[in-house]
T-cell receptor
Framework: AQSVTQPDIHITVSEGASLELRCNYS??????LFWYVQSPGQGLQLLLK??????LVQGIKGFEAEFKRSQSSFNLRKPSVHWSDAAEYFC???????????FGKGTRLSVIA | DAGVIQSPRHEVTEMGQEVTLRCKPI?????LFWYRQTMMRGLELLIY????????DSGMPEDRFSAKMPNASFSTLKIQPSEPRDSAVYFC???????????FGPGTRLTVL
């Protein structure tokens, strides 16, 4: 069965600092990988996705993620964090087709001045 | 274009009462998913539909939970009778075959006293 691990429950970074949120997945074939962001009291918004091709994908709000098959990882990065990036971030995986997403437990990002 | 619409946004009820959550997917989408989010279990799939037909309801926790999709523009998730452990945020998401992004609604925060 597919699974997603986000090892960091809570991360605090200073505004302007770089960010990397970790995600590891367990899946036999090449997965479809996603990062979603959830602001307090809101639904989930897609940041970026990877299906195939270039392993470095660009998303909205200045985020990017890199797919590393050898490490079964899909880490999310941002070179300079803004206070408005404070939110909960979820990594998700699924196989081909329109099957449901399997989510990690999420990483809560706090941004300090 | 309106996104996924969920109602109510907040629901407070007493144990034993019937609760009905509603979802209107994005027009033209043929997949609909119900997820539940709790601190302990994170985001978990309850059930999903394709063309109004339930495909997988293995995530529905108990017989107290039921979901219907009478037409392409409306779905309900019903809990009867409700229990305090059902307190959670319930999300509805929809997607279109051939496209891989799931669009999430804002969620319904359910509190069972």
């Amino acid at each position: 069965a597919q699974s997603v691990t986000q090892p960091d429950i809570h991360i605090t970074v200073s505004e302007g600092a770089s960010l990397e949120l970790r995600c590891n997945y367990s899946y036999g074939a090449t997965p479809y990988l996603f990062w979603y962001v959830q602001s307090p009291g809101q639904g989930l918004q897609l940041l970026l996705k990877y299906f195939s091709g270039d392993t470095l994908v660009q998303g909205i709000k200045g985020f990017e993620a890199e797919f590393k098959r050898s490490q079964s990882s899909f880490n999310l990065r941002k070179p300079s964090v803004h206070w408005s990036d404070a939110a909960e971030y979820f990594c998700a995986v699924r196989n081909s087709g329109n099957t449901p997403l399997v989510f990690g437990k999420g990483t809560r990002l706090s941004v300090i001045a | 274009d309106a996104g996924v619409i969920q109602s109510p946004r907040h629901e407070v009820t007493e144990m034993g009462q019937e609760v009905t959550l509603r979802c209107k997917p994005i027009s033209g989408h043929d997949y609909l998913f119900w997820y539940r989010q709790t601190m302990m279990r994170g985001l978990e799939l309850l059930i999903y539909f394709n063309n109004n037909v339930p495909i997988d309801d293995s995530g529905m926790p108990e017989d107290r939970f039921s979901a219907k999709m009478p037409n392409a523009s409306f779905s309900t998730l019903k809990i009867q009778p409700s229990e305090p452990r059902d307190s959670a945020v319930y999300f509805c998401a929809s997607s279109l075959l051939g496209y891989n992004e799931q669009f999430f609604g804002p969620g319904t925060r359910l509190t069972v006293l």
